[in-house]
Each structure stands twice: as C-alpha cells, then as structure tokens.
C-alpha cells in the first residue's frame, strides 16, 4: 500500500515522539525501579507504534515492537524484574527502532539486526529479567571455545588431514526450556572437551549476551563418533531433538566455490548498479522527500484567522475608500486612511506574532535526547554524573532549534569527558561521587539563553597557554600578556585540544571551534566561565527566530547598512584626533583598552567616505570592534533577505532586508568583523610591546 508524504511525515513524527517517550521511561525504570505509571506510559507507546507500524506496512518494525511490548507487559504484571542487563536490552531495542526509522527515511544505513534484538527480548522474558550467566561465567570469553576468532581455515584443514571427522550437529531445545542460551553454553562446552567448533548458529557472541531461539547449529570437528555425539547431547537437560550429520569435505569444497562465484557475481552486479534497493512506500530517497511538519495548537490557528479576517474587513474599506477618491473633502480622505493604515500595522503587527509563536517549539525536542546521550558516554567512560534539565517548556524558532542541536552536543559530550572527573578523583578532591552537568534555557527580552555548566575540574589557564605554545597556535609573547580570561578563549581556536590521545570523543581538535561557528553562524554569541576545581559555564544567546531580527541601522554615505543588536554593545562618538595608527591598523582606547577600528569603505573596497563621528562597538565572545560609521538610524525589526544564488557569498554580509520606503539595507556579517579586527589588534599589541 502507497502512503502520501503527508501520511508518512505524520507516522514519523508520532514515531519520534513515542521513541522519546520510551527514552525517558527506560531512563526512569533504571533509577526508580519498576513503577506502574512509567511501565503503563511506555507500554502505551510500545503499542502505538506497533499499531501504526503494521498498519503502514513496516513488519521489521512491528515485529519488533510486539517483542518489546511482550516484555514491557510481564514488567508490568510483576512476572519479571528491572535488572541493569535488562534495560540495556531494552536500549538496545530502542536504538534498533531508530535504526529501522532512519531505514524507512531512505537514509544510508549499516542494517539493523531485528533478529537478534529479538531473541534478547524474548530470552528477558525467559530469563525473569536476569542476565543469562552468572558472573562467574564471565570469564569464557578468555581462553574456551567461545571465542570471537573462530580456528583459521588452514587450521581447519589440518584437523581434517589429522583424520577428524566434520559435522553439523543440530540440536532442538524443548519450547519450555527457560534459558535456551545457558543450554547452548552447556553443550558447546561439552563438546569442546572432545573437539573443535568451527561454527556456531547463533554465535559465540551472541549465546554470550544471551541470544538463542529453541535451536542450535554447530559445525565441529572431532576424532569422536557421530552416534556418541549425539548421544552425549541427547543426555542433556531440554534438549528434544538432536540430529548429527557427517559432512563430506569434497562436496565442502564444492559449495565454497559455488558460493564464491556467486559473491564474484553480486560484486559484478553491484558494480554495474543493477543492485538498487527499493525505497519504503511513501518514501523518498531521503528525508528532503518528506513534509516538515509542525503540531499548533487550535487555539493559535483561530487567533490567526480572526486577524486574517481584521484585514480583509480593512482591504474592503480600503477599496471603498478608493472609489470615494475625490468626491469627499482631502481631510476626511486622510482622516479615514490614517485610521485604516493604524489598523493596518496593528493587526499585521499580531498577524507576525502569531505566525512567530505557530513556529515557535519547546526547546524539550532537543533536551529530551540528552539524559540518554549522558547515560551512555558516563556509562562508558566508568563515571557517574547527573543531568539536570531545567526550562524545557522554553519556547524556540524550529529553525534555531534545527540548527543548535550539533553545538549542543559537542559541549555536553565535553563536559563528561574533559569536565566531570572520575568518581575516584572527585572523592580524592572532597567532591560528591557523582557529578552534575546542568543544562538550562530561558527568556529574556528578545533572545533565548542556553547554559551547559558542570561542577567539574575547570579550566586552567596557564595548561591551556601551555598546551596552545606547544601546539603553535600562540606565541610566548602573547602567552605572556595574556589574561586568564582570555586563555579560556583559546580552547576555540581550529585545532586546539587539551586530549594527548585521540578517541571517539575528543583529541582531534574539531570540537569547541565548530560550537562557536554554528552559534555565530545564526547570529548568537558563545561565552565561557570557569573556575578551577569548580567547573566550567558555556553560556549560548540566540535570537528567538532567524526570519525576523532586532537591528541598529546606520548610514555610510547613501547606503543603509544593519547590525544584528545581538552583536551590538554600544555606542560611542570620536573625533578624528581620538583616533590612533600603528600602519593601516587604527584603534581607538576605551576604558583602557585597545579597541581596533573598521572603516566600512575600506572593509568593501568602496569609494573613500568623509568624516566618520560614530562608532558601533560590536562584539563576539570576548572580542570587540569599532565599526565607524556617519549617521545613527536607530534600532527597528527587519525581515532577513538571502543575497541568492547570483551575489553568493559576500565577505561582511550576511543578508539583506528591505526598508520601508523601498530601499535595501544590508546586514553586515560581524564575525568577519571581528576576525579582521583580532588580526589588526595582534599587530598594535605587537608594535607597542615592541616600543
């Protein structure tokens, strides 16, 4: 059956949430033990979205969902218990239904193994819930038959020129055998004593993370007879049915070459691109294929309606009160379109606000994957560290929350792995064994504040002055004046890390330098706290949308140009003889400090403009520029136009917008501001240390 986009965007967005839904009761059922209102939540959810997943036609998903909803079922009847190796299986089958939703997106993927989720689920339940070997059975994985690395094929043939017989042995449990994989472990170490397994269905691994359905394939080499064989399985406890089957080496041979050629022909084939797999029904290759949707409330669509309705009531008077043009006196005619055009703004004036708020999303669509994200690198990395998450109902442009999700992140991630320190370490500093991260989000006037703080080890500013000579990034000249505050800066720099090794989570040098770029890239800023011994605050302002922004509009000669005021943070007027040179470089001292200057001709390579009075401090983390400019406009909202494709990129611009009398204002970029004003800075600082 063929679904349109808008079903299929429907299904995954439920399925999103049901996900989520299960992420934080599994999250909850660790901590709190089995408590009915979360088994009851999340076996709703489980049953949603087998139920939407049959109905579309996605089986892999359905079986699987069955399975989970089977064993949040007996969790909820009391017939198993909450066990640590229990809600890792049911992670495990969490991040498979993820897998399988990315599947159905047309996304490239590895495979999701259902299967196996499967068994696991199935041998919870066998199981009541308990891993399926003791502790002491742990160790099998050193030195037995259980190992990953099966015996090399050239071994293989040795035993077999030894005079061992090979075999494939077949043995059926009993379908009321509780603990199908302790069974297979009891035989396989059976037969080890007498033999060689060269294969198992399932495998090692698998019957070792308690894997196995009522069957079990072996392919074995031993001098043993194959009746004794099956006899001394047969012996075994559960086992129904065994059948032992002597293969004949030839026919072996045989078969691996019939299956080589026929690898050699799906590589041909694949390489002629004939192997194309079929997109789901209703999907697209990728998700540009589906519909973005937005959930609005009622409510919001009503209010909307009725301004839409205020504006058609005042376009009729408008029309009529064109057509009474010149057959009424000028005043009446002013009067009455005064009025109509005061209307006019308001209602379009909460039309944008409405529309603003139908855009706007919790920012819990993103928070809600963390506590998972923090539970598996702490689980990982051998700490224990508590997530708070405070300000979920805070209130985002989807766009911006689209966009924030990666920075957000890479600054958790390096919080557990540089901030919070090993529980041994904290206890040997006098902290509490466990640490804190704190993630918190809330208003204030037009933009959003996110902050990442964790109680951690901090930043040390002489070890990142240490580490950032060591690396070549700063000179010892610019070690040696630089102030602790700005030390704390450099772990933005492309290519800093503080990891002497690199891992899946850091030492590359491509992290904290990425966060800044995509915060400043929609026109927020990145600030940094940090007490040693104490821990480290990010602190991320945002603007509440992309699509409208609050701008200082000045003038440089006839042309308008607009700052973002999230980047504006003051104003001040200069005479020409406050101005001071070092080259090319210009500069002025506010408050004691150099603060370079940019002439806005020179920055776009325009015609030279006359005396300049004001100055425009803009700003980016700890950096600052003056940026000179001839008339101050004031600050009002603009709509955010893209340059296109024809101007493409332009150095220092980031958009357009258009003025109310129909001219185009350009918006200036000021992190490229700010990047020529440091290069400018370094040489002044260079120069007066040099006098």
Not at 31 to 60: N, P, W
Not at 375 to 394: A, F, P, Q, W, Y
Request: proline fraction near 3%; charge should be negative; hydrophobic fraction near 40%.
């Amino acid at each position: 059956m063929d679904f349109s986009a808008e079903e299929m965007g429907v299904f995954l967005d439920e399925m999103d949430e049901k996900i989520q839904v299960l992420t934080e009761g599994f999250m909850t059922l660790e901590r709190e033990g089995a408590r009915s209102d979360v088994l009851q939540e999340v076996f709703r959810a489980a049953h949603t979205i087998k139920g939407s997943s049959a109905m579309m036609g996605f089986e892999d998903v359905a079986s699987l969902t069955h399975e989970l909803e089977s064993l949040l079922d007996a969790l909820r009847g009391g017939k198993l218990e909450v066990s640590p190796w229990l809600v890792n299986v049911l992670f495990e089958a969490l991040d498979a239904l993820r897998g399988l939703r990315e599947k159905i997106l047309g996304r490239d993927t590895d495979g999701v193994d259902t299967g196996s989720i499967v068994q696991k689920l199935r041998g919870c339940q066998a199981s009541g819930g308990q891993a399926p070997f003791p502790q002491a059975v742990a160790p099998i994985a050193q030195d037995t038959v259980l190992e990953n690395d099966l015996k090399p094929v050239e071994d293989r043939h040795r035993d077999i020129a030894r005079g061992d017989s090979l075999y494939e042995i077949r043995v059926t449990f009993e379908p009321s055998c509780p603990m199908p994989a302790v069974r297979a472990f009891i035989i396989i170490e059976a037969l080890g004593a007498h033999g060689v397994i060269e294969d198992s269905v399932p495998s090692p691994g698998e019957i070792k993370d308690g894997v196995c359905g009522t069957t079990l394939k072996l392919t074995y080499c031993s001098q043993e007879d194959g009746e004794e064989l099956r006899n001394l399985i047969a012996s075994m406890a559960d086992v129904a049915e065994v059948t032992v089957k002597s293969l004949d080496r030839e026919a072996l041979a045989g078969e691996a070459v019939k299956t080589s050629a026929k690898a050699d022909a799906a590589v041909k084939e694949v390489g002629n691109g004939n192997n194309k797999e079929r997109p789901a029904a209703g999907a697209g290759s990728s998700e540009q294929g589906m519909v973005k949707t937005v959930r609005i409330d009622v409510s919001k669509l009503d209010n909307m309606m009725n301004l839409v309705g205020e504006l058609v009531i005042e376009r009729t008077r408008l029309d009529r009160l064109l057509g009474l043009l010149g057959t009424e006196d000028i005043e009446t005619f002013v009067d009455e379109l005064r009025e109509i055009s005061g209307h006019f703004g308001q209602v379009a004036g909460d039309l944008q606000d409405q529309i603003m708020k139908a855009r706007m999303l919790p920012i819990a669509q993103i928070f809600n994957r963390f506590p998972r994200l923090v539970r598996d690198l702490s689980n990982k990395l051998g700490k224990k560290i508590e997530l708070v998450v405070e300000g979920r109902e805070t209130e985002l442009d989807r766009n911006v929350i689209e966009l924030i999700n990666d920075p957000l992140i890479h600054l958790i991630r390096n919080a557990v792995d540089h901030g919070i320190e090993s529980p041994e370490e904290r206890l040997a500093l006098g902290k509490p064994e466990a640490g804190t991260i704190k993630l918190r989000a809330h208003h204030r006037e037009n933009h959003i504040f996110i902050i990442i703080q964790d109680d951690g080890r901090g930043l040390k500013a002489e070890a990142l002055k240490a580490r950032a000579l060591s690396i070549g990034l700063i000179s010892r000249e610019e070690a040696d004046r630089m102030e602790d505050e700005d030390a704390y800066e450099l772990i933005f720099l492309p290519g800093f890390s503080t990891a002497d090794t690199v891992s899946d989570l850091s030492g590359r040098g491509v992290g904290m330098d990425i966060v800044r770029t995509h915060v400043e890239r929609i026109n927020g800023t990145l600030d940094v706290e940090s007490e040693p011994g104490a821990g480290t605050k990010f602190t991320i302002k945002l603007p509440l949308t992309l699509a409208i922004i609050r701008s200082l509009l000045v003038n440089l000669g006839s042309q308008t140009y607009a700052f973002p005021m999230g980047h504006v943070t003051e104003i001040i007027q200069v005479r020409p003889e406050d101005i001071n040179r070092v080259g090319e470089a210009e500069f002025v001292m506010l408050r004691g400090s150099v603060l370079p200057l940019i002439r806005l001709d020179r920055f776009f390579g325009l015609k030279a403009a006359g005396e300049m009075q004001y100055v425009v401090v803009v700003g980016s983390g700890r950096e600052r520029a003056g940026v000179l400019v001839d008339t101050l406009l004031g600050d009002q909202e603009i709509v955010i136009k893209s340059l296109g494709d024809y101007l493409g990129q332009i150095r220092g611009l980031s958009g357009a917008t258009i003025l109310g009398d129909g001219r185009v204002a350009l918006i200036l970029d000021v992190r490229a501001m700010i990047k020529q004003s440091k290069e400018e800075k370094g040489r002044i600082k260079a120069v007066n240390a040099a006098c």
